[in-house]
């Protein structure tokens, strides 16, 4: 045997018919035991994983167009013209129903989602869940009557750097394609994409397309949905990113539950990373736990008895090395229960009970200005905790929050961001989106508007 065989075998070590040996990651004793191919894993896996076709019309419109005298010599009407814009991803089935889940920025703005099963049916797909936090969203085929095939969530927690695995996607939309690697490394926390940094890395080759596709085990199932890729060139560099399967678990036990939201527990506290130069002043080895920097009154973190400066270490007996990783852990914990927190308070270990409930969401009233004014087109809701938590907003702050806004709102145009708290206008404090809306229709030649963005406050003067 060749050296480079005698590796692939080494690497491949997969008992494919007694699967549950699977994870006692064991050197194969035997040329019996040594599995040169993942054809039968494959075979399991891939009815279950489909293509995802979202398209959405964009308006395109030259400003040239606005010229009527450009108009007449050129022959071309004065409206917008539309276009169709198409993105290509990935999906995996987890429900025999026909319940998908995909990344959500492969579907994001779409106003037709198509899903193309690895047998070529094609089905169009309703979007039932979005949740740009973890950027997942789940979709149900229409009028499908049958039963389809899926793939079982593994426990991701059980995954080890070093484990096998496989990718399955539609990378550049040349059709299903599967790639093999092992996991690079886990708990990837400092990589920008979602709310909730916990990505499994892997170095299977994933690239662009194969976004929401399917991260397998040699078990065959599903130990997370690929979601990124680390590169210069836009192709595979061998660090790719995967969402790991006990969040999406979640977002999906959501969707079947009827919901439009996930829900999470809340818990009311603003946590911080722990620096060097922190950890020598709280006299530990090394920069580690997540510590406690605000504590919202009446909050679960608040009843259970967390404090300013305590540094959370542990959660549910699991060690947590930052603020990502208790974000991570504390949103896959079940509702209804309660999770064990260990802290460290005055160089002392404490044990907390913190109870697992949603954030409250009443007075939200969210409305989108369309009076003219710096604020047309931004919507806005009153702060609640719910919206505080999803947002990452200090909850002491007084204001109205931007929700959202589209590229070619006035108040994009002016500079107006998601997340930006607007706490005045003309020296008037806001408080509710009735006063917001009230000042915008009444108009003004100047506006002086204070606007809280990342902490900071930002005072702005416009024009009317």
């Not at 409206?79 to 579907?107: C, F, K, W, Y």
């Not at 060690?319 to 509702?335: G, Q, W």
């Not at 006063?435 to 024009?463: D, F, H, P, T």
Request: glycine letters at 10%; charged letters at 20%.
């Amino acid at each position: 045997m060749t050296v480079t065989r005698a590796l692939s075998a080494l690497l491949v070590c997969s008992f494919v018919a007694a699967p549950a040996l699977a994870q006692d990651r064991v050197v194969p004793s035997s040329p019996a035991q040594v599995k040169l191919s993942y054809a039968p894993i494959v075979q399991r896996v891939q009815p279950a994983v489909v293509n995802v076709y979202a398209a959405k019309i964009v308006q395109n419109r030259n400003p040239l167009l606005d010229d009527p005298l450009f108009r007449r010599f050129f022959g071309v009407p004065g409206g917008p013209q539309e276009q169709m814009q198409r993105s290509l991803g990935s999906g995996v089935m987890v429900d025999a129903s026909g319940l998908v889940v995909t990344n959500n920025h492969v579907i994001e703005g779409a106003d037709q989602v198509k899903v193309s099963l690895s047998d070529k049916r094609e089905f169009e797909a309703e979007i039932v869940l979005k949740d740009s936090r973890t950027d997942l969203a789940v979709l149900r085929l229409k009028d499908a009557k049958e039963k389809f095939p899926t793939l079982e969530f593994s426990n991701s927690d059980d995954a080890q750097v070093g484990d096998v695995v496989l990718a399955i996607g539609n990378p550049f939309g040349v059709g299903q394609t599967v790639t093999h690697g092992i996991i690079s490394a886990l708990a990837r926390t400092q990589v920008g994409i979602t709310d909730y940094q916990f990505f499994i890395q892997t170095d299977a080759a994933i690239n662009p397309g194969n976004s929401g596709g399917a991260l397998v085990d040699m078990t065959g199932k599903l130990v997370g949905v690929n979601t990124a890729i680390f590169s210069r060139s836009g192709g595979s560099q061998g660090i790719g990113f995967a969402i790991p399967a006990n969040m999406v678990r979640v977002v999906v036990a959501s969707a079947k539950s009827g919901g439009n939201a996930v829900k999470r527990p809340w818990l009311g506290a603003r946590l911080q990373g722990v620096t060097p130069e922190i950890a020598e002043t709280l006299g530990l080895k090394r920069p580690t736990g997540a510590l406690v920097a605000n504590v919202t009154n009446g909050s679960p973190a608040a009843k259970a008895g967390l404090k300013l400066s305590d540094l959370i270490v542990a959660i549910d007996g699991q060690v947590i090395d930052d603020p990502n990783a208790f974000d991570y852990r504390f949103a896959t914990r079940p509702l209804g229960g309660s999770a064990q927190v260990d802290v460290i308070r005055g160089g002392k270990p404490v044990k907390l009970t913190i109870a697992l409930e949603t954030a409250p969401d009443t007075g939200r009233d969210e409305i989108v200005i369309k009076a003219r004014s710096p604020f047309q087109g931004a919507k806005v809701a009153n702060i609640s905790p719910a919206l505080a938590d999803e947002l990452k907003l200090d909850t002491s702050i007084e204001g109205i929050v931007v929700t959202d806004l589209s590229d070619d709102a006035v108040a994009a145009n002016v500079g107006f961001k998601k997340g930006d708290v607007i706490v005045a206008v003309n020296g008037v404090k806001i408080g509710k989106t009735a006063e917001l809306e009230k000042l915008a229709r009444e108009g003004a030649r100047l506006w002086r508007i204070s606007v809280i963005r990342g902490g900071q406050q930002l005072n702005v003067v416009l024009g009317g």
